[in-house]
């Protein structure tokens, strides 16, 4: 990674990322926010029942999903963890500003293909959640990156978390972001075949 060049159009999520494996490299330290991911899992995983409970008992079973896997965006490895309850109840109450709810509804309808692009390892509980849901009606996959950068999810947080007993699990792909121009070949294949996909974070926005 020391070698390579920085990409002059980059985003800010792939610039950062590339900045951060870069600074891994120098320092010799491999995987610097293991611990404060596992943590970040452990944590979350504790409102689990609560998140499930909420789903069952909602008038809106998927827009509930929707709405926990939207806040659970907001955890950081610097979030407190004390802010969950808050963060649940935001959720059961706060409407989104822009909704493609009626959208997502129709295509999981049609039972296709649906590819979930991971981001962060505290928000996967909740990413469980939304996963769970959209595989009642859907072939669905998790897509995990191959770099530990942040608190980005691994492998191994996306198995702590239990996403494969809802989903299949795949990992490919490098760089922060979507752009198909720097993913592998079976990251491109993957994305053109599936009928939905749903990224994760600012990184996959940006790109």
Request: glycine share 6%.
């Amino acid at each position: 990674m020391s070698g390579t060049p920085l990409l002059q159009d980059g985003t800010p999520g792939e610039t950062s990322v590339q900045c951060l494996l870069r600074a891994q490299d120098v320092l010799g330290v491999a995987d610097p926010f293991e611990s404060l991911r596992r943590e970040d899992n452990q944590q979350s995983l504790a409102y689990e029942p609560l998140l499930e409970d909420a789903v069952k008992a909602a008038e809106d079973p998927l827009a509930m999903a929707v709405k926990f896997a939207a806040v659970g965006n907001e955890l950081q490895v610097w979030t407190e963890r004390s802010s969950l309850p808050a963060l649940l109840a935001k959720a059961q109450s706060v409407k989104l500003a822009v909704s493609s709810l009626n959208d997502l509804r129709e295509d999981l309808d049609k039972g296709g293909r649906v590819l979930y692009i991971l981001n962060n390892s505290g928000e996967l509980v909740f990413d469980k959640i939304l996963l769970s849901a959209m595989a009642v009606k859907c072939q669905v996959t998790a897509l995990v990156g191959t770099k530990r950068v942040l608190n980005r999810a691994t492998c191994e947080d996306v198995e702590a978390a239990g996403i494969s007993k809802v989903c299949s699990v795949v990992s490919m792909g490098e760089l922060a972001g979507t752009r198909l121009s720097l993913q592998p070949a079976n990251f491109r294949q993957l994305y053109l075949e599936s009928d939905v996909v749903v990224a994760k974070g600012q990184s996959n926005y940006g790109s």
